[in-house]
C-alpha cells in the first residue's frame, strides 16, 4: 500500500508535487497475500493430482473388468452356441500376442495386459499348492466348450505390470467364470 504525502519545502510545495513512501504495516500484508496465493495455488495443484491419480486407478481397474467380460462373454457365447448347435465350440488362446480367437474373430486384450504368470505364483487359485509355470492350463491353449454347453476345466492367468488375476472355469454341470487377483501371496475373489 502507498501512502502519499506532501512535501514541506515550499517550491515541492506550491507545485503541489508528492513524494511516495511505503509503510511497513503494507510490507507484512502483501507478504502474506502472497503465501495465501502460494497456499491456493498449491491446494489446486495437490487436488487434480488426486482426481488425475483417482482416475488412473479406476482406469487399472474398469481395463481388467472390461477384460474379464470379455473373456466371461466369449465363453457364454461358446456355451450357447454349442448348446443350440450340438457342436463342441473352441476358444483359442495365443499367450505371445494376448489375443484370443473364436468364431473367426481375433479379441486382444488390453494394453498392458498379458497371457503370464508372475514368479512364485501357485494354482490353482480355488486350492494353490503347486507352483504355477503356464499362464493358460487349457490343453493346447484351447478352450473346448462341449456340445451341452458346458465348458473344459481350466485357468487363464492374466498379468498387467505386478497384478496377478485368475480366470477360472470348474468343473461342474453349470458353466460359470470364477475371477481371482492375487495379492500378498493369496488367492482372493476378485468378483
Not at 15 to 44: H, P
Not at 64 to 70: C, D, E, P
Not at 74 to 91: G, M, N, P, V
Amino acid at each position: 500500500m502507498m501512502v502519499l504525502k506532501r512535501s514541506k519545502g515550499d517550491h515541492h510545495y506550491r507545485r503541489g508535487s508528492f513524494r511516495c513512501y511505503q509503510s511497513r504495516g503494507s510490507r507484512v500484508m502483501q507478504q502474506g497475500f502472497m503465501l495465501f496465493e502460494l497456499m491456493v495455488a498449491l491446494c489446486l495443484i495437490l487436488f487434480c493430482s488426486g482426481l488425475g491419480f483417482m482416475a488412473y486407478s479406476s482406469h487399472n481397474g474398469t481395463s481388467f473388468t472390461r477384460n474379464a467380460a470379455l473373456i466371461s462373454l466369449l465363453f457364454q457365447t461358446a456355451s450357447t452356441r454349442a448348446h443350440c448347435l450340438k457342436k463342441e465350440q473352441i476358444i483359442i488362446f495365443n499367450p505371445h500376442d494376448a489375443t484370443i480367437f473364436f468364431d473367426n474373430q481375433r479379441y486382444e486384450l488390453s494394453d498392458g495386459y498379458r497371457f503370464q504368470v508372475l514368479p512364485d505364483t501357485y494354482g490353482p487359485p480355488s486350492a494353490p499348492h503347486k507352483l504355477v509355470t503356464h499362464p493358460i492350463t487349457f490343453s493346447e491353449n484351447r478352450a473346448r466348450v462341449h456340445p451341452d454347453g458346458t465348458l473344459q476345466a481350466g485357468t487363464l492367468y492374466i498379468t498387467h505390470g505386478n497384478r496377478q488375476y485368475a480366470l477360472t472355469t470348474p468343473v461342474s454341470a453349470f458353466s460359470h467364470i470364477r475371477v481371482y487377483r492375487y495379492t500378498q501371496n493369496v488367492w482372493q475373489k476378485y468378483w
